[in-house]
């Protein structure tokens, strides 16, 4: 029987209503969720993304911390004082720099919400004398050390054209909360771009304050020209021979030259001992102040 146009539009509709209906069975009941799943499982991912960069942050900050409490002065603000102080009269005496004073200001400190101290800073101030090429080694000395510290003043005066600065320097230091122990610490700073200080040594030869320069060595023309007494007390001439400018010093008493600042201590036959930059020297009578060598007491 063949069958009739009715009989063929439901036919149709019929398999219209199929194909509708399989449609939204797959859309709904298994594409649906497997895009919901898939949506999920990138939400998961992005999240534990960010939760593994947030830990390796973290880490990261862990380190930073743990490298800057090594860094560190001594969390006790008397003995960041005393060793930091020493460690600077230290370099400026290994760098050749002289008449050095070092000063200690109060320190300062930084509070959390509940009162406890996170940190401290500490002031320091420096003044010496020498030439630009010892102090560049200085600079680089102090930069290479490990310490939370960093020059935030600086003043150089030339002085008239012997080749030597009056230095004054400002210098601030942290003392983090926590750290242990009293000795500096002692692994190099990773904050120079270069390590060789050759690639520093420009800076001396630049001639930045582009002045005529004599370099001749104030230290190698000053001497102890005579020893005198006044009184029974003796006096000590020291002559600038680059000015022929001489003075008289008597024991315990300060003095001041371009080559030199210090305080008389001792006057012997043939020596006199001077105190300069926290240091006891022995500088022979009519020689050089370049020939003074370290003191050593008697036992």
């Known amino acids: 029987m063949k069958p009739n146009r009715q009989q063929i539009l439901l036919a149709l509709l019929a398999i219209i209503a199929v194909v509708q209906v399989g449609d939204w069975v797959l859309n709904t009941m298994i594409q649906g969720p497997l895009q919901l799943r898939q949506a999920r499982t990138e939400q998961l991912q992005a999240d534990i993304k960010k939760r593994e960069a947030s830990l390796a942050e973290t880490r990261n900050a862990a380190k930073?911390?743990?490298?800057?409490?090594?860094?560190?002065?001594?969390?006790?603000?008397?003995?960041?004082?005393?060793?930091?102080?020493?460690?600077?009269?230290?370099?400026?005496?290994?760098?050749?720099?002289?008449?050095?004073?070092?000063?200690?200001?109060?320190?300062?400190?930084?509070?959390?919400?509940?009162?406890k101290v996170l940190f401290r800073s500490m002031p320091f101030s420096v003044r010496c004398r020498g030439s630009l090429a010892e102090f560049?080694?200085?600079?680089f000395q102090f930069s290479n050390a490990g310490h939370l510290h960093q020059i935030s003043s600086m003043t150089l005066n030339p002085i008239g054209a012997t080749g030597l600065f009056d230095i004054s320097l400002g210098i601030?230091?942290?003392?983090?909360?926590?750290?242990?122990?009293?000795?500096?610490?002692?692994?190099?700073s990773e904050l120079l771009a270069s390590r060789d200080f050759s690639h520093y040594q420009a800076i001396v030869k630049d001639?930045?304050?582009?002045?005529?320069?004599?370099?001749?060595?104030?230290?190698?023309?000053?001497?102890?020209?005579?020893?005198?007494?006044s009184n029974g007390a003796p006096l000590v001439w020291i002559t600038e021979q680059l000015s022929s400018r001489t003075i008289q010093v008597g024991v315990g008493n300060d003095f001041d030259t371009v080559?030199?600042?210090?305080?008389?201590?001792?006057?012997?036959?043939?020596?006199?001992?001077?105190?300069?930059?926290g240091e006891r020297k022995t500088f022979p009578i009519g020689k050089p102040f370049s020939q003074a060598v370290p003191y050593v007491g008697k036992l």
């Open 136 to 139: 560049n080694t200085f600079l």
């Open 259 to 277: 080559a030199l600042s210090g305080r008389v201590i001792e006057v012997h036959d043939q020596d006199v001992i001077i105190e300069t930059s």
């Open 172 to 188: 601030e230091t942290l003392l983090l909360a926590g750290r242990k122990g009293d000795a500096l610490n002692a692994v190099p």
């Open 207 to 229: 001639n930045i304050f582009g002045i005529g320069i004599d370099n001749t060595d104030p230290m190698q023309h000053t001497i102890i020209s005579a020893i005198t007494f």
């Open 64 to 115: 930073q911390i743990d490298g800057w409490m090594k860094q560190s002065l001594p969390s006790d603000p008397e003995v960041t004082r005393s060793v930091y102080r020493s460690w600077l009269l230290s370099l400026i005496r290994t760098t050749k720099l002289r008449n050095a004073t070092v000063d200690s200001g109060s320190p300062s400190a930084r509070k959390a919400k509940d009162n």
